[in-house]
C-alpha cells in the first residue's frame, strides 16, 4: 500500500497581510502533478485544509480544483479529516455522494464513524478518521463519560475506530492532534487556551501508521511511523529553517512502513536576514531570490530614513522589519515584545496589567482561558 | 418525461426574528417522501436555494441531507441553478464530482456551460441551466459585448446554451430571471436596484418547459409552459394568500406538456388577523392552528395595555401586530410606513430627506442604486 500523506493547507491563510492563495496554488499544482507520477493507492489529508471555519471563496474554489483533478486525472481515493480551523458541517457537504466518487470528507462526529477500508494485493488496510473534536463532543456523542479532556478523547476516539477492525489486520490512523513530544511552531492555534490539549504519542503506537496533523514542523513523535506530514508552506518566521514536505509511505503486506519526505518547491520562500543596512542592500546572494517573503533584522544602531521602503527595492517582498538595537531597553524590551508572537492570553494578561496595574489572577486567567476556548468553539461551529 | 420543478427554498432564512430552518426542514422531508413516490425522471431546483451567500450550518446539513437522501434513495438525478441570494462559489464545491453522482450544481458562469441531456423512452431532452449572473459577467465569460442588460444577458445565455441542441429536439430551460409580467411579493429581493431587470418571457417560449426562480408566487408567466414554481414557504406576510407548491410537468416525446401543482403542509402557516381586540383573542376558529406565524391588525382605538403578550397567550408565534388606528395622520403614516416594506432606496430616500431636508436628486438616487448593487454583487462574491 501506497500512501501519500500531506496536511495543514490552511487554505485562505493571510500572511503579514498577504493572501497566500496564490503561493498556495502553486505548490498545490506541484502536489497533483506528484500524485499523477507516484499514483498512490490513497492520499491522506490532516486537517487544518482551511485557514478558518468560514474560507474565502478562492480558497474553496482550489480545494475544489485540487480534489477535483486528483480523483478526475487519476482516480486515487483521498480521505480527509478536519482540524482545529475547519467546520466540519461547512466541509461535508455532499460527503456522502462525495464518497462514492473516492473522496471521503470526515468532519461529523456520530456514533456511526467508521473505518474506511481500502484493498491492495496483500488484502485491506483500515483507516481510521481522528477529526479533530472538543472532549465534550466526544462525551456526547460516543458515550464516552471518561473523555474528560484531550488524551481520554483520543482514547475514546480510538476504542470507537478499532472496534470494528479485524485482529491482525493492518491499520492506519488519522488524527488532527498535538502529539506530546512533537516541536511546536508559531503559526499553529493552541488546541486548548492555557491547558495542555496534548495526547500521548503512545496512542498511535498501535497502528501500522499514524498520519498526524496539526504541528506544522515535519516530524516523527516517539517512533518512525508516528509521523506529522508538516504544513504545506511556511507559515511564520519561526518556520523559516522548517523544510517542508509530504511524505509518501509504502506498507508491505505485514504492515512494516518506509518513508520518504518529498519536497515541492514554493513560488517564495520565506527568509530571515539580520544584518547591517548596508550588507542586506547588496542584494540577494546566489541561488537566492529576491522574491522570497522576508523579514529583516538590522543591527545598526543610527537612524535610518524609511529603511523598508529602501528594503523593498531590494527585496520588494520584505513583510517584517525588525530594529533590536533601538529598542532594546527602551520602553519595548526588544523583538520579545513583538505583540504578533504572543499567544491571545499573553496579549490579554499584559493588557489587563497595562490597564489595572496588577497581574491578572489564576481565577482571571481561568476564566480569560474558558472564554477564550467557548469563542473558538463558536467559531469552529461545533455543535452538540 | 416526468419533471418536479422547486424553486426558492431560501435555507437559512430568518422571518421576523426566526430561523425557519426547523419550518423549512418539515415541508422538505415532505418534498423527499414525494420525490419517492412521483419517482420523477429530473428534479429541477431554480435558484436562492439559501438566502445568503454564506448560509448557516444548519442550513447547508439540510440541504446536504435533502440532495443526498433523493440521490441515495431514489437515484434521481436534480439538477440546481443558483439565484441571485446563491454564492455560486460556495455552493460549487464539489460540483465535477457530485455531477458523476447525478447531482448537477450550476452556478459558474463559463464558456463550457452547456446544456445536461438526460433520457427517456421517446429519446434525449436537454436541460439548458441559466443560473443568475450579471450582466458584465455575461459579456466576459461569454465574450458577448451585446450583454448590456439583464434582457440582452439572459439572450446571450440562451443562444450559447442553445447551440449544441440538435433540430427538432425537446429542451427546456431553467433561469433565476424576473419574467416580465410576473406578480411580485415583498420577500424578493430585487434583481437590479432602481432599474427594471426584467426580461421578456417570450425569450422561454421556444423551449417546451421554462422552469423559472425568482418570484415567489407560483404562477405563470405569458403561457402555461413558462412558470415559476414558487418559494417553499410563504417568505413575508404580503404571501398570507399564496398556495405554495411544486409543480409536476409531464412531457410527452413531442415535448407537449402538461401540469400539477402539489402543496406541501407548512408546519405553522402565516396568516395574518384583523380585527378588534377582543375578538382575535377569542382564539382560533375550527381547523386554524393557534401555532401560525401570525400579524395582528387591531381596530381598536382605545389604548391597551400589552396587546401583543395577550395576543401571544392565545397566538404563541404573533410575530407583528399593526395598529393603524393610532398611526393615522400622526407622525407615523399608517400600514404604509412599515419600514419593513421599504425597498432599501425608500428607506434610504427616507432618511436622505429627514437628515438634509431636500429629496434625493436624481444623480444622488443613481449613485445610491449603482451603491446597493456593487453592495449585493460583492455579497454574492460573482467575480469577473
Excluded at 504545506?232 to 505485514?254: P, Q
Excluded at 545598526?300 to 533601538?326: Q, S, W
Aim: hydrophobic letters at 40%; aromatic letters at 8%; charged letters at 25%.
Amino acid at each position: 500500500m501506497r500512501i501519500l500523506h500531506t496536511s495543514d493547507w490552511h487554505l485562505g491563510r493571510i500572511f503579514h497581510g498577504i493572501y497566500l492563495t496564490g503561493d498556495q496554488d502553486h505548490v498545490l499544482q506541484q502536489f497533483i502533478q506528484l500524485a499523477g507520477e507516484v499514483r498512490p493507492d490513497v492520499i491522506l489529508i490532516t486537517g487544518d485544509i482551511y485557514d478558518r471555519s468560514v474560507p474565502p471563496t478562492e480558497a474553496i474554489k482550489l480545494l475544489d480544483e485540487v480534489l477535483s483533478r486528483i480523483l478526475m486525472n487519476y482516480k486515487v481515493p483521498i480521505i480527509l479529516i478536519t482540524g482545529n480551523h475547519d467546520s466540519p458541517d461547512r466541509l461535508g457537504f455532499g460527503a456522502r455522494l462525495l464518497a462514492m466518487q473516492g473522496l471521503h470528507l470526515i468532519g461529523q462526529l456520530t456514533d456511526r464513524l467508521k473505518p474506511i477500508v481500502i484493498h491492495d494485493s496483500f488484502g485491506p488496510v483500515y483507516f481510521c478518521p481522528a477529526p479533530y473534536v472538543e472532549p465534550p463532543l466526544v462525551r456526547e456523542r460516543l458515550l464516552a463519560p471518561d473523555a474528560v479532556n484531550h488524551e481520554q478523547a483520543m482514547l475514546s476516539l480510538i476504542q470507537h475506530l478499532s472496534a470494528p477492525i479485524p485482529e491482525g489486520v493492518r491499520r492506519v490512523i488519522l488524527a488532527h492532534a498535538f502529539a506530546a513530544g512533537g516541536e511546536e511552531s508559531e503559526s499553529e492555534r493552541p488546541l486548548t487556551v492555557g491547558g495542555s490539549g496534548t495526547v500521548s504519542a503512545s496512542l498511535f503506537q498501535p497502528f501500522n501508521y499514524a498520519a498526524l496533523g496539526h504541528l506544522h514542523q515535519p516530524q516523527e513523535v516517539g517512533s518512525e511511523h508516528v509521523r506529522y506530514a508538516g504544513s504545506l508552506l511556511k507559515y511564520s518566521f519561526s518556520e523559516a529553517s522548517h523544510r517542508k514536505s509530504v511524505t509518501l509511505v509504502e506498507m508491505d503486506g505485514a504492515g512494516k512502513t518506509a518513508f520518504e519526505t518529498i519536497s515541492l518547491t514554493p513560488r517564495r520562500d520565506v527568509r530571515r536576514l539580520e544584518g547591517y543596512f548596508t550588507d542586506i542592500l547588496a542584494g540577494p546572494k546566489n541561488g537566492e531570490s529576491r522574491d522570497d517573503y522576508i523579514m529583516v533584522t538590522l543591527r545598526d544602531t543610527g537612524p535610518i530614513m524609511d529603511a523598508i521602503g529602501k528594503l523593498r527595492e531590494v527585496y520588494p517582498n520584505v513583510l517584517h522589519l525588525e530594529r533590536p538595537c533601538l529598542t532594546a531597553g527602551g520602553e519595548l524590551r526588544g523583538p520579545g515584545a513583538d505583540h504578533r508572537r504572543l499567544s491571545e492570553a499573553e496579549l490579554f494578561s499584559s493588557f489587563f496589567e497595562q490597564v489595572t496595574g496588577t497581574p491578572l489572577s489564576g481565577d482571571q486567567n481561568k476564566a480569560f482561558a474558558e472564554t477564550l476556548e467557548q469563542f473558538y468553539r463558536r467559531e469552529r461551529e461545533v455543535r452538540a
